[in-house]
């Protein structure tokens, strides 16, 4: 690949989804050096289009050798999808950020968050920027991952982390649009008096809470909580690191919020801990409780404080110490699950590709 | 007090909220021998009248002597309510089961969750049923410690509870009728385009969580947080226990759901501990994900699972093991705030007063 003056040719897998709305927009306000957009979508979705810089574009169907003239391919599509088209896109010579699980977990493809492990994005374009295949393919963690991650981070590099245990409070916008619209509808519904069948969700959402994010495994754990498991164990290098989580869905339109009881090997300073979070890039620390103040996904437009949805940010506030453990600190984590989550995580790695290309 | 053929004379105090109406459905329900009821309301509900057994009583204020011929007062109002109104009602008396926070840490009186503690009406029954004054109150816990409780007493029972930590997800029933509303208002208002401004809650509620209940004391945990870990030392009569609680309002209508994470002294099996569950008075297990089965406030109405709102139980599920420590344990509990939380464990104390009288 050729790092042309006017930008790359980007691909967007899923463009007409949640994470790819996010996707679009934020390739534009960060002015990421797009020269040609290649939007794709489901057959569901043929013959929409959408808009990029001003300008529509034509979502297209993938197809064999569609990749070919792309520099960068996004995907933010099914598993399914990655499973049949990443290797393909990396094969042709694009460097694929894929925002799927299929290869979060495997040994030769890094997993991403750039602020917290992005040396790993940096050797591998030293060392293979030639190479094609797997070596071009990056992997954007779970949305419930990268948020924890980002705050654990400082964290672990001061006082050693032993274990971790986690309450997820997540919107239905994890799900998809379908999946926001149906908690909106329904809740529409129940407060006219009438009811509206689930079908995204396994039961009613509005003004419900479902323990079931993902499929059930053999131990009685989701799919959900054990990729914030093992994808948080990746990311932090820590294999053996002790770690418990529950995913709950909870009936919000946007952001995931994290209840997150750490347990470190050294003892701390409680205001030492805010200021290393404070200095942790792409973290803002919101913790004045006698303002009101920690971090929420819809404070509502009249309040002070700065909501995470549409924002860029990990929210981080409520840091307290846990005495029920020596060197406990429990934290209150939310963002939004679309942007860092997902589709400005995979923007910031595609970033820092370019960074080391040119 | 003689226990008169018909029943009791029953009062009220805070008929009329969120939780005093679940209190005298429920009397009715269980057929609480009521001779009389005397329901209290606040001046602003002056002139209200309350519906019981299919007859009008109008509310009254609270005023001096107003407890004379009062056999059980519960209280169901706000703690200054209690504060001023429960001595004077025991003094004249009668017995009273307090939900306020105001007696709760008293070492001398006793804070029941009956199927947990039950053993404490009986013993005071016996030793006090000639007193008056303080040894004639019972408090029921904050509804967030009830059910957690009511789940962890079984487990302790058998294998030694060393250490929890608690996430809660706690509806806005919990912060009465008009939280409720706010929530239905705002949440129809946002569908509608429109917003409204918060005033039972620090920010909007709708479709947001907020992790501020109570206030917020010098450690950083609010109020909530510590009753809910200072009522379970002294309920399980564990003063020691290890505990860590976060507190969560979530936009829910009704019941509240906890993250439980539990490290027990003793070995475990998994079956052993839910057979436990199962056989624990009050507790009912919903535990089979295959099935997609486990607790939940409001599961809808087409759903095969039992909602815990407006039901008595507390329910337990995705009950896990936590291999994260030695002897760990994940559970997920859902019960009606109002209910099991508030007026039905008020109710189960007169209940077991009275079969200590007879």
Redesign the interface.
Known sequence: MIAPSPGYRVAVVGATGAVGTQLLSILEQRKFPVSELIPFASKRSEGKSVVFCGKNYLCRTLAQGCFEEVDFAFFDASDEISKEWVLQAAGSGAWVIDNSAVFRMDSDIPLVVPEVNGYLIDSRCRHEAQATGRSRIFSGPNCSTVQMVAVLKPIHDQWNIR???V?T?QSTSGAGTEAVRE??DQ??AL?NGS?M??SIF???I???????IGG?RD????SEEHKLMAETRKILGLPEL???A?A?R????SCH?E?V?VECESAFELLDVTSALRRQDGVLVQDD??A?L??????????P?E?ASGKDGVYV?????????EN?L?L?VVSDNLRKGAALNAIQIGERIISNLQ
């Not at 509005?206 to 079931?212: E, G, L, R, T, W």
């Not at 909870?250 to 339109?253: A, D, G, H, K």
């Not at 506030?317 to 453990?325: E, H, T, Y």
Request: proline share 10%; hydrophobic share 30%.
């Open positions: 274990r971790v245990v309450s409070y908690l909106s809740t529409r407060l009811y069948s689930p396994q039961h009613q509005a003004f419900n809470c479902i323990p079931h059930f131990d009685g754990y989701t002790k770690i418990s529950t709950i909870v009936p919000t339109l919020a209840s009881n409780p006698a009101n920690y971090p929420m996904g819809m404070a509502g437009p009249e309040s404080i909501s506030g409520r840091v307290r110490r846990d005495p029920s453990v406990g429990n209150w």
